[in-house]
């Protein structure tokens, strides 16, 4: 079983539409999570760290439930830059280990 | 300045082959990685060096062969390649201080295509 498991999608949404992801991690030692963006062929990005009491950035809401091992996040007002690949991480155990999700694809059209 | 830097980005290469690939990060940090990328787009990670030493070692085949010359640089050769390698592989980095807060940088990543 994967460690962290996410919905591929693709999501196919319209400019201003407010989308949301969901992942589920199997370990419930997980310590630290965060989402991460990655562009078609580029490298990933932090996009934000999640916190339990749950932390926006602008249009971005993350939200954590530990007690259904569920991370969420949360897009307002889509933007056509917003395309990419929204990846969802947690740390577990040892802080220099990081697990990836497979990733959920956002295709924002206008 | 890139920050973490790979070469080469592409390789094409015969089965059986062996090839390597190169990172540096100009950045300070203390612990570098290489993760691998398969089709799925799941991202998985393989080794991890902190101040030259190895301090993960997923379940990679022993053809995975990680060398960390100093901090900076963490290159990875792999023996006897297999259409399987096919993936792209990234090169991370990142501070002690800064991991808490998931804070990874990576490299452009180098597609590897084993023919």
């Known amino acids: 079983r994967k460690e962290v498991e996410q919905d591929p999608g693709p999501f196919n949404v319209p400019e201003g539409a407010t989308v949301a992801f969901n992942c589920t991690y199997s370990?419930?030692?997980?310590?630290?999570f965060f989402w991460y963006r990655q562009d078609c062929r580029k490298e990933p990005k932090l996009l934000m760290s999640?916190?339990?009491s749950g932390n926006e950035d602008g249009r971005f809401t993350a939200q954590l439930n530990r007690a259904s091992q569920y991370i969420s996040l949360l897009i307002r007002d889509s933007k056509l830059s917003d395309s990419a690949t929204y990846l969802c991480?947690?740390?577990?155990?040892?802080?220099?280990?990081?697990?990836f999700g497979s990733g959920t694809k956002l295709n924002v059209k206008p | 300045d890139t920050a973490v830097s790979q070469t080469p980005k592409y390789l094409v290469t015969q089965m059986g082959n062996d090839k390597s690939i190169k990172c540096e990060q100009n950045?300070?940090?203390?612990?570098m990685y290489w993760y691998k990328q398969d089709s799925k787009k799941f991202l998985k990670i393989m080794f991890s060096?902190?101040?030259?030493?190895?301090?993960i070692n997923e379940t990679v085949p022993n053809r995975f062969s990680p060398k960390s010359p100093d901090k900076a640089h963490l290159n990875l050769h792999i023996n006897s390649l297999e259409l399987g390698d096919s993936a792209v592989y990234f090169c991370?980095?990142?501070?002690?201080?800064?991991?808490?807060?998931?804070?990874?940088?990576f490299g452009e990543g180098s597609r590897l295509t084993v023919l």
């Open positions: 370990n419930s030692a997980s310590q630290s």
């Open positions: 991370a980095s990142s501070q002690e201080r800064q991991v808490n807060t998931g804070e990874l940088f």
């Open positions: 950045l300070g940090h203390d612990t």
């Open positions: 999640v916190y339990s």
């Open positions: 060096y902190n101040n030259k030493e190895l301090i």
């Open positions: 991480v947690v740390n577990i155990y040892n802080f220099n280990k990081f697990y």
